[in-house]
Nanobody, 123 residues
């Protein structure tokens, strides 16, 4: 299962970015897709996940009201819309799949990952 994350960049505090996770070689609608982030020196942290039946799970309380996960099956892509960004959101963001229909907050339960996209929130 191949995934490619994109859409990161440099943004000022309070700004927005939309990350994309494009799947290839398989219909992403069949699988749970999650977004994680990893700041320097820290472990991979679960943000949000969307199941194969489009149930949404938010794992990070600080981002729950600012980040929105969605899926466009026609484009075989899962998005993470990030609004009201803060400097503490700075990290490399990864999308991954559990290889099944259900989500998990644990990175080691994901079987395939995109390469990550860097988000820097700074003035």
């Amino acid at each position: 299962l191949q995934l490619q994350a994109s859409g990161g960049g440099l943004v000022q505090p309070g700004g927005s970015l939309r990350l994309s996770c494009a799947a290839s070689g398989f219909p992403s609608s069949y699988y749970a897709i999650g977004w994680f982030r990893q700041a320097p020196g820290k472990g991979r942290e679960a943000m949000s996940c969307i199941t194969a039946s489009n149930d949404i799970i938010h794992y990070e309380e600080s981002a729950k009201d600012r980040f929105t996960i969605s899926r466009d099956n026609s484009k075989n892509t899962v998005y993470l819309q990030m609004d009201s960004l803060k400097p503490e959101d700075t990290a490399k963001y990864y999308c991954g799949t559990t290889g099944g229909t259900l989500c998990s907050r644990y990175a080691d339960e994901y079987t395939d990952w995109g390469q990550g996209t860097l988000v820097t929130v700074s003035s």
